[in-house]
T-cell receptor
Framework: NAGVTQTPKFRILKIGQSMTLQCTQD?????MYWYRQDPGMGLKLIYY???????DKGEVPNGYNVSRSTTEDFPLRLELAAPSQTSVYFC???????????FGQGTRLTVV | AQSVAQPEDQVNVAEGNPLTVKCTYS??????LFWYVQYPNRGLQFLLK??????LVKGSYGFEAEFNKSQTSFHLKKPSALVSDSALYFC????????????FGTGTRLTVIP
């Protein structure tokens, strides 16, 4: 049971490049989330999903897109990378509202 | 609107002493409250939660937290700190209504001094 798996762990992008951060979970959780963590700012919700085919914006969605074609996978897409997107990104999942979320190990992204 | 405040960026405590990490929240409706811990270069790990019932909840690694509705607080405590407890601690809140978001505080860095 791997839990929540994120790839890659580290990535450097040039301004204007695009990439997809992968997230998969093997716990059959309906809810999945993407957060970004900036120093001294806590975690900010980017997008979330309450089930396959259903996604919605969080607090800071600009510059990102998501899809949820299966229960297991919830990729995060950056189309035109900007320096402001330099951050650590965490994917998480939970089985229903009110239960704890399980987090991946994070992806450290630097945009130069 | 939901929000979580962790008023202390840094807490230092001597090994063996009790520790407290503070958290206050603001929500409409009944809160679900959580504490998570983050070790360097790792994801967040769940410590404990309050959903309903007894105001004192016990969690992993000897941590506990007390829910105080009148003060809208959910402080994390441990009777005797260990050096290995040194980490970044996050308080989080979710409500039953509205979007299924988990809102986090800005984190408190706990340093336990040997």
């Amino acid at each position: 049971n791997a839990g929540v798996t994120q790839t890659p762990k580290f990535r450097i992008l040039k301004i204007g490049q695009s990439m997809t951060l992968q997230c998969t979970q093997d716990m059959n959780h309906n809810y999945m989330y993407w957060y970004r963590q900036d120093p001294g700012m806590g975690l900010k919700l980017i997008y979330y999903s309450v089930g396959a085919g259903i996604t919605d914006k969080g607090e800071v969605p600009n510059g990102y897109n998501v899809s949820r074609s299966t229960t297991e996978d919830f990729p995060l897409r950056l189309e035109l990378a900007a320096p402001s997107q330099t951050s650590v990104y965490f994917c998480a999942s939970s089985d229903r509202q009110g239960t704890e979320a399980f987090f991946g190990q994070g992806t450290r992204l630097t945009v130069v | 609107a939901q929000s979580v405040a962790q008023p202390e960026d840094q807490v230092n405590v001597a090994e063996g002493n009790p520790l407290t990490v503070k958290c206050t929240y603001s929500v409409s409706g009944n809160p679900y409250l959580f504490w998570y811990v983050q070790y360097p270069n790792r994801g967040l790990q769940f410590l404990l939660k309050y959903i309903t019932g007894d105001n004192l909840v016990k969690g992993s690694y000897g941590f506990e937290a007390e829910f105080n509705k009148s003060q809208t607080s959910f402080h994390l405590k441990k009777p005797s700190a260990l050096v290995s407890d040194s980490a970044l601690y996050f308080c989080a809140v979710r409500t039953l209504t509205g979007a299924n978001n988990l809102f986090f505080g800005t984190g408190t860095r706990l340093t336990v001094i040997p």
